[in-house]
């Protein structure tokens, strides 16, 4: 599967709105090169001038002015020796972009194609995700070009052990609480954690999505997918429809791709597609049980591709493609930034495709998002639909503070009442005279909202 075309700097700059326009003319300027912060800007952006001038405290206090620049970007160098004993150097970020509501919260990210860029995007879309789970958490993010493909164990370790001999100056259970993103999962987390509790000599919740045995909360590796499919219920709820008997397409095959598979068949969907960044592969009779337990054991034990699974169950294969020329009723793309462009997006509407849950974060490109919203289909920002995850990771920190820990029983039902609340703030800041719900004003500016309320209290600082 390969990624699909950015925006480019023509359409990250225009708008109809002549203040988003001089606004992103600015911050292209004074931030060039991170194309990605920028559309992430952007898409909010648009949202939230109309708000703004409809309430000028914001405008006065310069709050969004204020909310594009980062607190804090700790930028540092990550050395580590080799199973060959060659010494290996890799960057390492960590953007603590606002803590006005609760510590810098967010997760590490280990892929050889991120930059800075990728980083304040990331950590930009936390601001408004962790407001929305109602929970108190700021935004961070951070990771490394560190590519975990083709390392033994060891070497990961390695890695990861150097990585936080510097990070941990800058974390803490109150300041800053990292957690698993693309290519950190319980692995690396293990590592991680195991190192910062052998440096700090202390035993607090400094990181989220720890295994059980040591803090970790139960539902936590399924809390992103299984969220996102909530959030998809939710909004065909209010269309008096419902998951069940519904064709799903989905990509990716980690840690959200997983478990949004895993709920589309507990609610009574059939998912038909998977992928990893070597192409798609197409399932007609649906992923049941077996076959999801041979994707995880792939994916999170044999770090495996994709293509064996189409070997295993004698179905098509795809390479270098992405899965939105699947017919289907609702899309789930949950592997990574800019995998769905306006093509793609025009394909999914011709087939009748009436959803999109974004798992992944700002997996679709600008133009697909206005060819969703043109159609007005069902569509459901990342910042929205993904945000079970760190709410999970918020209830983690809780459990944690505690010193105990709730059933999965007990956890998953707060996980389905913050997707519906979420849902329910969406709805109450997205509607229309005519009943019609725009979920990406109504996430961006509720999450805003929150943020940009506590910003004011606390006066310039
Ligand atoms: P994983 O590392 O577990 O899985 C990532 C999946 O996406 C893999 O199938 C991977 O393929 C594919 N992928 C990654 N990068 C690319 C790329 N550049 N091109 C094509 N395919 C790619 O990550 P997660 O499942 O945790 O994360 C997936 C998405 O969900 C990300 O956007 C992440 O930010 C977002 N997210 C994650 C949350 C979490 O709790 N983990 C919470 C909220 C959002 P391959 O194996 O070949 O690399
Ligand atoms: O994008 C995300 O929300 C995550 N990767 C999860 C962050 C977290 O702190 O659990």
């Not at 002015?65 to 580590?80: K, M, N, S």
């Not at 800053?176 to 195991?194: H, Q």
Request: hydrophobic content about 40%; charged content about 20%; aromatic content about 10%.
């Amino acid at each position: 599967m390969t990624t699909a075309s950015p925006s480019t700097s023509e359409t990250l700059i225009h708008s109809e709105n002549p203040s988003v326009q001089a606004f992103m003319t600015d911050l292209i300027k004074k931030t060039p090169h991170e194309t990605e912060f920028h559309q992430a800007v952007r898409e909010v952006a648009e949202s939230i001038f109309p708000f703004i001038d409809a309430n000028p405290v914001y405008k006065t206090a310069k709050i969004f002015e204020q909310l594009v620049v980062p607190d804090r970007t700790i930028l540092f160098r990550v050395c580590w020796a080799d199973d060959k004993g060659q010494i290996q150097i890799n960057q390492g970020y960590r953007v603590q972009f606002s803590n006005a509501i609760g510590p810098y919260k967010g997760g590490l990210r280990f892929h050889p194609s991120v930059s800075l860029g990728t980083f304040k995007f990331l950590g930009f879309e936390q601001i408004f995700k962790n407001s929305l789970t109602t929970l108190p958490m700021g935004a961070g993010k951070g990771g490394s070009d560190f590519d975990p493909k083709g390392k033994s164990d060891v070497e990961v370790m390695r890695f990861c052990q150097s990585f936080m001999r510097e990070l941990s100056r800058h974390i803490g259970a109150n300041i800053d609480v990292p957690a698993g993103d693309i290519g950190v999962g319980a692995r690396e987390i293990g590592y991680l954690f195991g190192q910062y509790k052998q440096m700090a000599n202390e035993f607090t919740g400094v990181l989220t999505g720890k295994g059980i045995a040591y803090g970790g909360s139960l539902i936590r590796p399924e809390a992103t997918g299984y969220g996102c499919v909530y959030f998809v219920e939710e909004m065909l709820k209010r269309n008096g429809d419902s998951v069940k008997g519904k064709t799903c397409i989905v990509s990716g095959s980690g840690n959200v791709a997983q478990y949004t598979v895993e709920k589309i068949l507990a609610l009574g969907g059939k998912a038909v597609t998977v992928s990893d960044s070597t192409g798609y592969v197409y399932d007609p009779a649906g992923i049941d049980h077996d076959k999801l337990d041979f994707i995880k054991e792939l994916k999170n034990v044999k770090r495996g591709r994709i293509e064996e699974y189409a070997t295993r169950y004698g179905c098509q294969f795809f390479a270098n493609e992405r899965p939105w020329s699947v017919k289907a009723d609702i899309a789930f793309p949950s592997a990574t930034q800019n995998e769905l462009d306006e093509q793609d997006a025009a394909t999914l509407i011709k087939n009748g495709c009436i959803a999109v849950g974004e798992g992944a974060n700002m997996p679709s490109t600008l133009e697909a998002i206005e060819v969703f919203r043109h159609h007005k289909i069902l569509f459901g920002p990342g910042k929205a639909a993904n945000a079970g995850g760190v709410a999970i990771s918020g209830l983690e920190m809780a459990q944690n503070s505690m010193r105990f820990h709730w059933s999965r029983e007990e956890v998953e039902a707060k996980l389905k009442d913050i997707m519906a609340r979420i849902h329910a703030q969406c709805v109450a800041y997205g509607q229309d005279a005519t009943g019609h719900v725009d979920y990406v004003t109504g996430a961006n500016v509720a999450g805003f909202k929150k943020v940009a309320d506590a910003m004011l209290s606390y006066g310039i600082i």
